[in-house]
C-alpha cells in the first residue's frame, strides 16, 4: 500500500511541476469546476452519483490489493498441493472480490442516498465558488 501511496504522490507531484504552474491550467481546471457544479446544482443526483464513485474508488483499490495478496498467498502454498489447488483459489478470489466490490458499492450507494438534496446542492456551489477563485486569482485552490 505505502509503494502504490509513493507512486502517486510523485506522479501528482511531476503533474504539478508540467502543469500546475501554468495559467490556462488553472482556468481551463476552474472553468470545468464552474461547469461541471451548474450541472451538479441543476441534477443534484449528478453530484450524489460523483460523490459515490469518489467514494467507491477507495474501496476498490483496497479490495484490489487484498486480492492480490491472497493470490500471492495461495500461490505459495499450492506449490506443496498441486495446480488444481491454485486454479480452484484463483476462481474462487475473483469471485470473492466482485462479489464483495459489487456489495461494498450497493452499501456506498445506501449512505449516500440518505444525504439530503440540500447537502448536494450546498457540495455543488462550493465547487462553483472554488471554480470562480481559481479563475478570478488564476491560482490552484482546490487539488
Same mark, same amino acid.
Given at each position: 500500500?505505502?509503494?502504490?501511496?509513493?507512486?502517486?504522490?510523485?506522479?501528482?507531484?511531476?503533474?504539478?511541476?508540467?502543469?500546475? *504552474?501554468?495559467?490556462?491550467?488553472?482556468?481551463?481546471?476552474?472553468?470545468?469546476?464552474?461547469?461541471?457544479?451548474?450541472?451538479?446544482?441543476?441534477?443534484?443526483?449528478? $453530484?450524489?452519483? *460523483?460523490?459515490?464513485?469518489?467514494?467507491?474508488?477507495?474501496?476498490?483499490?483496497?479490495?484490489?490489493?487484498?486480492?492480490?495478496?491472497?493470490?500471492?498467498?495461495?500461490?505459495?502454498?499450492?506449490?506443496?498441493?498441486?495446480?488444481?489447488?491454485?486454479?480452484?483459489?484463483?476462481?474462487?478470489?475473483?469471485? $470473492?472480490?466482485?462479489?464483495?466490490?459489487?456489495?461494498?458499492?450497493? !452499501?456506498?450507494?445506501?449512505?449516500? $442516498? *440518505?444525504?439530503?438534496? *440540500? $447537502?448536494? !446542492?450546498?457540495?455543488?456551489?462550493?465547487?462553483?465558488?472554488?471554480?470562480?477563485?481559481?479563475?478570478?486569482?488564476? !491560482?490552484?485552490?482546490?487539488?
Amino acid at each position: 500500500m505505502q509503494i502504490f501511496t509513493a507512486i502517486r504522490r510523485l506522479l501528482f507531484k511531476l503533474f504539478n511541476l508540467i502543469l500546475g *504552474k501554468t495559467t490556462i491550467f488553472v482556468v481551463i481546471l476552474g472553468w470545468f469546476l464552474v461547469i461541471s457544479g451548474a450541472i451538479m446544482f441543476i441534477w443534484p443526483e449528478r $453530484a450524489r452519483s *460523483k460523490l459515490v464513485r469518489m467514494g467507491f474508488r477507495q474501496v476498490k483499490w483496497i479490495l484490489l490489493i487484498g486480492a492480490l495478496y491472497l493470490v500471492s498467498l495461495l500461490s505459495s502454498i499450492s506449490d506443496n498441493f498441486g495446480p488444481v489447488i491454485f486454479i480452484v483459489g484463483i476462481i474462487a478470489i475473483i469471485v $470473492a472480490y466482485l462479489f464483495l466490490k459489487k456489495k461494498t458499492f450497493s !452499501k456506498i450507494q445506501e449512505q449516500f $442516498a *440518505k444525504i439530503p438534496i *440540500k $447537502a448536494l !446542492k450546498v457540495f455543488a456551489v462550493i465547487q462553483i465558488i472554488l471554480g470562480f477563485f481559481m479563475i478570478f486569482f488564476l !491560482k490552484r485552490i482546490w487539488f
